[in-house]
C-alpha cells in the first residue's frame, strides 16, 4: 500500500478527528515549596483516594509565576505522578515553562478565561463527592414529627427527617437523603431531582416501595429484610443496596 | 360553647351510627343535653336506630336551606328529655350540604347544647368531610380487620389535614380509636388483629372496646341505642366509654376471652 496521503484520503476512513471537551482536576499552586506541595497533595488524595487514582490533571502556574522564577516542572510533575494522578497539560506560563513541559511531552493548555469564581487556593475541581452535596443541595432539611397518614404526601427540597411512623399508602419524597426513625409502611424516594448520592435510613423497613434517584424496589424485593432492624439503602452503579446498620 | 364530636371511620358499616347513637344517649343520661346529627344525606339511617323514625317531619337540610327552624326539625327522644335528634334527608342528596350551612346549624346548636354528635357517613368525600370539619373531637370507629384499619389511617390524615381547626393553625382534633366489633376468641386464634396491632399500625388514643356483639342488632331492630340494654357486653362497653371520654379512669374490659364459669356453659350465654 502506498502512503501517500493523496490515496489515503480516497480509502476508507479508519479514523476520526473530532473536537471534544472533557472536564479535568485543576491543581493550581501558590507557592513554590515542593516539599509542602506533596504533603498538602497527599492530604487532598487521601480525603477520597479511589477516586483520584490515575486521574488526568492539569497544573495551573499562573500564581506561581508572578512569585517564583525557576520552576522545575518535570519535579512538579514527578510529585504529581507520585500521588498516583497522570499529568496531561499545564496552564498560565511563561512561555519557557510551555517550552519544557513539551520537552517532557506535556502539552500546554491555553489560559482561556473561566466563568467559575476565582478558585479557592489549592483546591481541586471537580471537588470531592462529599463537598459538592452540600453546594447542590439547599440545606433546608424538613423534619416532620407526626405520623405521616394513609393518603399524605410530604416533600422536602433538601433533606427529610421523620420522626414517627409512615403509614401504608402515603409518600414521602425529599431531593436529598430520608431518615425514617419510625416503621416505614409507606412509599420513601430520595434523591427525587437526580440525586443519586442520596440515601434511605429507617429503623423498621416494612416498605410498600423505596426509590434513589429512580432506581426502586418494591415490597416483593424486600423480603429478605427483617423487620425491626434499622438499614440504610444507597446506589451502587445503578443498584439498590440495603445494609444492616 | 358546645364539644362537637364526629363519629367517622372511612370504611362502612364498622358501627358509626350504632356508636353515635349508643354515646349521644349516653351522654344525655349523664344530664348533658346532647344532639345528634345525621350527615348520611339520602341514606339516613340514624333515625332507624334511635327508634324515632316515624315522627320526622323535617330534616337538617330544610333546616340549612331555611325552609323549616332548628326547632321543628328536632326531635325530642322519648326515653330522655336531654337528647334531640337532627335526621337527614332521604329525598336529597348531599350536594345540598354545604360549608357555610352546617356551620351555621352547629353554631345555633351550640347556643344551648353541651355535645353534638356528628354521624359521619361512610368514605372521605363532602359528605365525610362536612360532618368533621367543625369536629373539636374524632372518634375513628375501626374494626379489627385490615382494611378497616387502613381506611382510619386515611380519615385520620384527612382529619389533621382538611378540619377547619388545622385550616386555622388551631389546636388539633383530638382522635379516639373505637375498635369495635372485636372478637378476644378470634384474636387468640390469631385470626384476628389484637388491640396492639391495631395501636402499631395507628398509633392512637384507645379509648374503649366494643365486643361482637348480637345485642346490637336487637338493639338496632327495636330502635332502642345499644347502651339502654345494661345486660349487653356492647352496652356496658359503650357506657365505659362515655366515662373514660367524660374523664373518669375505666379500666379496659372484653378484650380478653371471658372464662366462662359453669353456669354459662350449662345454661348458654346471651
Known sequence: ?245 | MARIIVVTSGKGGVGKTTTSAAIAMGLAKRGHKTAVIDFDVGLRNLDLIMGCERRVVYDFINVINEEASLNQALIKDKRCNQLYVLPASQTRDKDALTLEGVGKVLDELSKTFKYIVCDSPAGIEKGAHLAMYYADDAFVVTNPEVASVRDSDRMLGILSSKSRRAEQNKDPIKEYLLLSRYSPKRVNMGEMLSVDDVQEILSLHLLGVIPESQSVLNASNAGTPVILDEQSDAGKAYQDIVARYLGEDVPHRFINEEKKGIFSKLFGSK
Open chain 1, 1 to 245: 500500500m502506498s502512503s501517500n496521503p493523496q490515496n489515503a484520503a480516497t480509502q476508507r476512513p479508519v479514523l476520526e478527528l473530532k473536537s471534544s471537551s472533557f472536564t479535568v482536576p485543576l491543581l493550581v499552586l501558590n507557592k513554590y515549596d515542593l516539599h509542602l506541595i506533596s504533603d498538602q497533595l497527599a492530604f487532598k488524595v487521601q480525603q477520597a483516594p479511589e477516586f483520584f487514582k490515575n486521574s488526568p490533571l492539569i497544573i495551573d502556574l499562573d500564581t506561581l509565576v508572578k512569585t517564583t522564577k525557576d520552576i522545575d516542572l518535570k519535579a512538579l510533575f514527578g510529585i504529581v505522578r507520585k500521588h498516583k494522578f497522570i499529568p496531561v497539560g499545564i496552564r498560565g506560563g511563561k512561555p519557557e515553562h510551555n517550552a519544557a513541559a513539551n520537552e517532557l511531552g506535556i502539552p500546554v493548555q491555553s489560559a482561556t478565561q473561566t466563568n467559575r469564581p476565582t478558585p479557592k487556593p489549592q483546591k481541586i475541581e471537580p471537588a470531592p463527592v462529599a463537598e459538592q452535596q452540600s453546594d447542590n443541595v439547599k440545606n433546608q432539611t424538613k423534619i416532620i414529627t407526626h405520623p405521616v397518614r394513609s393518603g399524605q404526601r410530604v416533600y422536602s427540597h433538601g433533606d427529610l427527617i421523620v420522626l414517627s411512623q409512615v403509614s401504608a399508602g402515603s409518600e414521602i419524597m425529599a431531593e436529598g437523603n430520608i431518615h425514617i426513625y419510625g416503621t416505614l409502611r409507606g412509599r420513601a424516594l430520595a434523591g427525587v431531582q437526580g440525586n443519586s448520592n442520596s440515601r434511605i435510613f429507617c429503623s423498621d423497613l416494612q416498605a410498600e416501595l423505596v426509590s434513589i434517584d429512580g432506581i426502586y424496589k418494591i415490597s416483593d424485593d424486600l423480603n429478605d429484610i427483617s423487620s425491626g432492624k434499622p438499614v440504610q439503602l444507597f446506589l451502587n452503579e445503578q443498584n439498590l443496596e440495603i445494609e444492616y446498620l
